[in-house]
């Protein structure tokens, strides 16, 4: 029901309540019959003029307001439509005045406001179509093939040379899966590498940043692809989508496999040659036909010939591997990505469990090739001998990283080894075998057995091309060898823990990173990270790391030792939260530090805020080192490392330092035993005396 009609029934109301109480008032005060009463014919006729009265008034707000505001109301609706010369006649509305100069006002602010709205919308639109028609432009013009896609593989953008490259008749469609056209596997790993290097943090030191190069094919697998993905972020770690670049390299790689057949064939040819040469000389050699001088001569040209063709052969073979390694694409790699890879894809599969071990180390080559590769290896030594546990590990060793796949048992005959060299690999692009893979990275391998029952399978890659981790920061301060020798004089561990020989214990070797070197005046743990060794394995994927939020501001000197910022430690756990657990991760474990009182001094004083007590066995590296080689040598950190060869990788964080005195703590275990300390009391003795020495000559 509208305003007016409402308007309506109240006035027919107010009447009607009015005649009926101006015929009932003189009815009530009459006698008895009423008959005749004047009063009841007054009250009539009253009754009928305030109905007529009020009829009127009707008539009047009706005419003069209620039409009025309705008319005004539709006009109202116009102007709001309207244009800003779109206007209420103030005059048809006088006696509605100032309404209608009110509409009028906010029809023009509204018709303004519309126009500024529609200005910035064109402006936007045009700047939209400009930016639009560049991007047009220069996919247009790009002979790489490029495609932007979200997290689900759905296509959002495409240009018209990725319709070429991936050789389609039809449109690819936007909101099309990339997986339906291109192989599957190198897209999902490279994006997993991605993915893995943002959750770490490491894109932001890394030197393709959040890009990464690999080799695809399409479906039908004709073609080959050199791809490069790009991964979008929002707000700096949210990946919210990737681009992937394109280019045709079919021809390239099979132009290089020709050559390979050639290469090969030219080397593997040479060999029957070789060999009837030097059955030649031989047979000729025991010959006795032909005098002394004739023999002599011909066996030498002979046995020139050999070393000639030998020299050749070495040459082109030399040349070949030169050829196909430079050819197919390669990055750096760390090691510790590249094994978990392998751990998840072997574990998808069902097959043998595998710990990751020993140091990281960056490598060079292709990480899909190498992860199916290895893949593949640990399938076919666990059916060969029958292991459900393996470790892999990367070490480096002269010009090479060597990936060791080790195992409880005695090495696989190289007879065994060699029937699995052509074996096409699953999932590997364009049908590559074993061999392929290897002579792509001038590799191969072979089996040995480092020590009684164990064996292990090797694998030399080439090492990386450039630095990585923090070789720019300055090099840490000398941390202050002891802040309290008690903490460090330890009574010997009892029954059996302490008759236990070293390399049969469980250890957490541990590092700290700090505001500064002097807790006693308020200095705090920022982080602190630690590894476990079991029974002389370092499990690199047993390890804890975490940034502590210290309560206070990280001085700049320091900042460029650890490259831990306040920013980084904002919003992180108090000590309070962090310590209990790394109590619980170190629980029955001896812990191992290097200047292991600086790092225990910052424990003990949190202990009470913590609720954990840190009272177990403690060794420490620097003692061990003045121990082992002097109290004159340098028994840094990197002066001990480079002593034993041993690579530093992420040196100055916590886990890194831990990672590298791990390595430093297992070499002497081996070193201790050679001066009859054997188990864990052996080593706290030792270590007791050596901190008596070093009080007593702090004192003269």
Same mark, same amino acid.
């Given at each position: 029901?509208?305003?007016r009609?409402?308007?309506?029934?109240?006035? =027919?109301?107010?009447?009607?309540?009015?005649?009926?109480l101006?015929?009932?008032?003189?009815?009530?005060?009459a006698?008895?019959?009423?008959?005749?009463?004047?009063?009841?014919?007054q009250?009539?006729?009253?009754?009928?003029?305030? !109905?007529?009265?009020?009829f009127?008034?009707?008539?009047?707000?009706?005419?003069?307001?209620?039409?009025?505001?309705?008319?005004?109301?539709?006009?109202a609706r116009?102007?709001?439509?309207? +244009?800003?010369?779109?206007?209420?006649?103030?005059e048809?509305?006088?006696?509605?005045?100032p309404?209608?100069?009110?509409i009028?006002?906010?029809g023009?602010k509204?018709?303004?406001?519309?126009?500024?709205?529609?200005?910035?919308?064109?402006?936007? +639109?045009?700047?939209?179509?400009?930016?639009?028609?560049?991007?047009?432009?220069?996919?247009?013009?790009?002979?790489?093939?490029?495609?932007?896609?979200?997290q689900?593989?759905?296509?959002?953008l495409?240009?018209q040379?990725?319709?070429?490259?991936?050789?389609?008749?039809?449109d690819?469609?936007?909101?099309?899966n990339?997986?339906?056209v $291109?192989? *599957?596997a190198?897209?999902?790993h490279?994006?997993?590498?991605?993915t893995?290097? !943002?959750?770490?943090?490491?894109?932001?030191?890394?030197?393709?940043?959040?890009?990464?190069?690999? $080799?695809?094919?399409?479906?039908?697998?004709?073609y080959?692809?050199?791809?490069?993905?790009?991964?979008?972020?929002?707000?700096?770690?949210?990946?919210?989508?990737?681009?992937?670049?394109?280019?045709?390299?079919?021809?390239?790689l099979?132009?290089?496999?020709?050559?390979?057949?050639?290469?090969?064939?030219a080397t593997?040819?040479?060999?029957?040659?070789?060999?009837?040469?030097?059955a030649?000389a031989?047979?000729?050699?025991?010959?006795? /036909?032909?005098?002394? @001088?004739?023999?002599?001569?011909?066996?030498?040209?002979?046995?020139?010939e050999?070393?000639?063709?030998?020299?050749?052969?070495e040459?082109?073979?030399? /040349?070949?591997?030169?050829?196909?390694t430079g050819a197919?694409?390669?990055?750096?790699?760390?090691?510790g990505?590249?094994?978990?890879?392998?751990?998840?894809?072997?574990?998808?599969?069902?097959?043998?469990?595998?710990?990751?071990?020993?140091?990281?180390?960056?490598l060079?080559?292709?990480?899909?090739?190498?992860?199916?590769?290895?893949?593949?290896?640990?399938?076919?030594?666990?059916?060969?001998?029958?292991a *459900?546990?393996?470790?892999?590990s990367?070490e480096?060793?002269?010009?090479?990283?060597?990936v @060791?796949?080790?195992?409880?048992? +005695?090495?696989?005959?190289?007879?065994?080894?060699?029937?699995?060299?052509?074996?096409?690999?699953?999932?590997?692009?364009?049908?590559?075998t074993?061999?392929?893979?290897?002579?792509h990275?001038?590799?191969?391998?072979?089996?040995?057995?480092?020590?009684?029952g164990?064996?292990?399978?090797?694998?030399?890659?080439?090492?990386?091309?450039?630095?990585?981790?923090?070789?720019?920061?300055a090099?840490p301060?000398?941390?202050?060898?002891?802040?309290? &020798?008690?903490?460090?004089?330890?009574?010997?561990?009892?029954?059996?823990?302490?008759r236990t020989?070293?390399?049969?214990?469980?250890? !957490?070797?541990?590092?700290?990173?700090?505001?500064?070197?002097?807790?006693?005046?308020?200095? #705090?743990?920022i982080?602190?990270?630690?590894?476990?060794?079991?029974?002389?394995?370092?499990?690199?994927?047993?390890t804890?790391?975490q940034?502590?939020?210290?309560?206070?501001?990280?001085?700049?000197?320091?900042?460029?030792?650890?490259?831990?910022t @306040?920013?980084m430690v904002?919003g992180?756990?108090?000590?309070?939260?962090?310590?209990?657990q790394f109590?619980?991760f170190?629980?029955?474990?001896v812990l !191992? =530090?290097?200047?292991?009182?600086?790092?225990l001094?910052?424990l003990?004083m949190?202990?009470?805020?913590?609720?954990?007590?840190f009272?177990?066995?403690?060794? /420490?590296?620097?003692?061990?080192?003045?121990?082992?080689?002097?109290?004159?040598?340098?028994?840094?950190?990197?002066g001990?490392a480079? *002593?034993?060869?041993?690579?530093?990788?992420?040196?100055?964080?916590?886990?890194? %330092?831990?990672?590298?005195?791990?390595?430093i703590f297992?070499?002497f275990? %081996?070193?201790?035993? #050679?001066?009859?300390?054997? +188990?864990?009391?052996?080593?706290i003795?030792?270590?007791?005396?050596?901190?008596?020495?070093?009080?007593?000559?702090?004192? &003269?």
């Amino acid at each position: 029901m509208d305003g007016r009609r409402r308007m309506a029934l109240l006035f =027919a109301s107010v009447g009607a309540v009015a005649a009926v109480l101006m015929i009932l008032l003189p009815a009530t005060l009459a006698d008895g019959d009423g008959a005749g009463n004047p009063l009841a014919t007054q009250a009539l006729g009253g009754a009928a003029v305030a !109905v007529a009265a009020v009829f009127a008034l009707w008539r009047i707000v009706d005419g003069s307001i209620l039409r009025s505001l309705v008319a005004l109301a539709g006009e109202a609706r116009v102007v709001g439509h309207g +244009t800003v010369a779109a206007r209420v006649p103030p005059e048809r509305y006088a006696a509605l005045s100032p309404l209608p100069q009110a509409i009028n006002e906010l029809g023009e602010k509204l018709a303004a406001a519309r126009s500024d709205i529609d200005e910035a919308v064109a402006s936007s +639109t045009a700047v939209v179509q400009e930016q639009k028609s560049r991007l047009s432009t220069l996919l247009r013009d790009l002979h790489e093939g490029v495609l932007v896609c979200n997290q689900q593989h759905q296509i959002l953008l495409y240009n018209q040379a990725a319709l070429t490259l991936l050789h389609l008749t039809a449109d690819l469609g936007l909101g099309r899966n990339l997986l339906q056209v $291109v192989t *599957r596997a190198p897209v999902l790993h490279t994006l997993e590498r991605l993915t893995l290097r !943002v959750k770490d943090g490491r894109h932001h030191t890394h030197a393709m940043g959040v890009t990464a190069e690999f $080799v695809a094919a399409t479906t039908d697998g004709r073609y080959l692809l050199q791809g490069r993905m790009s991964l979008i972020l929002q707000e700096e770690d949210v990946i919210t989508g990737y681009v992937v670049t394109f280019d045709d390299v079919t021809a390239e790689l099979a132009a290089l496999g020709k050559r390979d057949a050639v290469l090969r064939a030219a080397t593997e040819g040479f060999r029957p040659p070789v060999a009837n040469l030097l059955a030649a000389a031989e047979t000729l050699s025991d010959n006795p /036909d032909l005098d002394r @001088d004739s023999r002599r001569a011909f066996e030498q040209v002979i046995l020139e010939e050999c070393a000639a063709l030998s020299g050749r052969l070495e040459s082109v073979t030399a /040349d070949y591997r030169s050829i196909i390694t430079g050819a197919w694409p390669m990055s750096d790699i760390h090691s510790g990505n590249l094994i978990n890879l392998v751990i998840a894809r072997v574990a998808a599969a069902g097959g043998p469990a595998i710990t990751l071990t020993g140091l990281p180390q960056w490598l060079h080559g292709d990480s899909y090739s190498l992860v199916v590769l290895l893949d593949h290896l640990v399938g076919r030594l666990g059916e060969v001998t029958g292991a *459900r546990n393996f470790d892999l590990s990367a070490e480096t060793g002269g010009s090479w990283v060597f990936v @060791d796949i080790s195992w409880s048992g +005695t090495p696989v005959a190289s007879s065994v080894v060699d029937g699995w060299m052509e074996q096409a690999l699953p999932d590997a692009l364009g049908g590559l075998t074993v061999t392929d893979v290897l002579q792509h990275h001038r590799s191969e391998l072979w089996c040995d057995a480092p020590r009684p029952g164990q064996a292990r399978m090797r694998v030399p890659l080439p090492p990386t091309e450039q630095l990585h981790g923090h070789a720019d920061r300055a090099p840490p301060s000398a941390r202050p060898e002891f802040f309290d &020798f008690s903490l460090l004089h330890q009574p010997i561990a009892t029954a059996e823990l302490g008759r236990t020989p070293l390399d049969k214990l469980t250890f !957490v070797v541990f590092d700290t990173e700090t505001t500064g070197l002097r807790p006693s005046d308020g200095d #705090e743990i920022i982080q602190i990270a630690g590894v476990r060794i079991v029974n002389g394995r370092i499990l690199t994927g047993e390890t804890f790391s975490q940034l502590v939020d210290p309560g206070r501001s990280i001085p700049p000197e320091t900042i460029q030792f650890h490259g831990v910022t @306040d920013d980084m430690v904002r919003g992180k756990p108090k000590a309070s939260v962090v310590l209990p657990q790394f109590h619980l991760f170190v629980s029955g474990a001896v812990l !191992v =530090a290097h200047n292991a009182a600086f790092d225990l001094k910052f424990l003990k004083m949190k202990e009470k805020v913590s609720g954990v007590r840190f009272d177990h066995p403690v060794l /420490d590296t620097m003692l061990l080192s003045r121990q082992l080689q002097g109290p004159d040598a340098d028994h840094t950190l990197d002066g001990i490392a480079r *002593r034993l060869g041993i690579q530093v990788v992420d040196r100055h964080t916590a886990l890194g %330092d831990s990672l590298l005195t791990a390595a430093i703590f297992l070499r002497f275990v %081996d070193m201790l035993r #050679e001066q009859n300390v054997i +188990t864990l009391d052996d080593a706290i003795r030792s270590a007791n005396m050596l901190v008596e020495l070093h009080a007593r000559e702090r004192a &003269f």
